[in-house]
């Protein structure tokens, strides 16, 4: 890959936002994946990954209409509500059997254009991966295929920046959906420090 190529990648990376935060990942390297197109990168996805991300796109466009409606509507959107988070909470476990400790490593950041995640041996610089990226605390978990395209030494751990090589784009706006759900609870948690820190001082 010449440094230009490179350096488009790196920028549809940057394209989205992204942020810290820790996930399990699962990967598989592939082999002859260049005859590998979008309908077989379909046909691969999991049954309980297409599931959990045809339920969160279907509780958004179903309660998304009664959001400003007030009254008894309102009561009722809190009832559909709480019966959505049973689901997910079903929905989570069923993504965590699909953990496989065995093929697991550890992702340090995660936005729409690509995730960063570290182990112990460098995988090859272009190489294709098959992802399972899983962020059970928001009961929801993304099946993609990935591409390596920066890799990084940090204290006898490898640093691998991936760029999305087919991913849904529901899942793609599942994962910008998180970010910024994460990022707001890093945001609060922040603003939570700085609060016990000023009463601190005047206690």
């Known amino acids: 890959m010449s440094v230009e190529e490179n350096q488009q990648k790196l920028a549809q990376f940057n394209e989205f936002f992204s942020i810290e935060h820790p996930f399990n990942v699962n990967i598989t390297e592939l082999t002859a994946v260049g005859t590998l197109g979008y309908d077989q990168f379909l046909s691969r996805i999991p049954l309980p990954f297409k599931m959990a991300t045809d339920i969160v796109t279907l509780d958004q466009s179903a309660l998304r209409p009664l959001q400003a409606i007030s009254g ?12 959505s988070e049973k689901i997910d909470l079903l929905v989570g476990y069923i993504l965590s059997q699909q953990d496989d ?11 729409g254009g690509g995730i960063v995640f570290q182990a112990d041996k460098a995988f090859e610089l272009n190489q294709l991966l098959e992802l399972k990226l899983f962020f059970l605390e928001e009961n929801c978990a993304v099946f993609c295929h990935g591409e390596v395209i920066s890799i990084e030494s940090d204290e006898q751990q490898f640093l691998h920046k991936i760029i ?14 998180t970010s910024l759900h994460q990022q707001s609870k890093q945001l609060q948690r922040l603003a939570k420090a700085r609060d016990q820190a000023a009463k601190n001082q005047t206690d």
Do not use: T, W
């Open 72 to 83: 008894v509507a309102g009561q009722l959107v809190e009832y559909l509500n709480h019966q």
């Open 101 to 111: 400790v065995s093929q697991r490593f550890q992702g340090v950041k995660f936005g």
């Open 164 to 177: 999305f090589h087919h991913i849904r784009e529901e899942d793609r706006e599942i994962l910008v959906r």
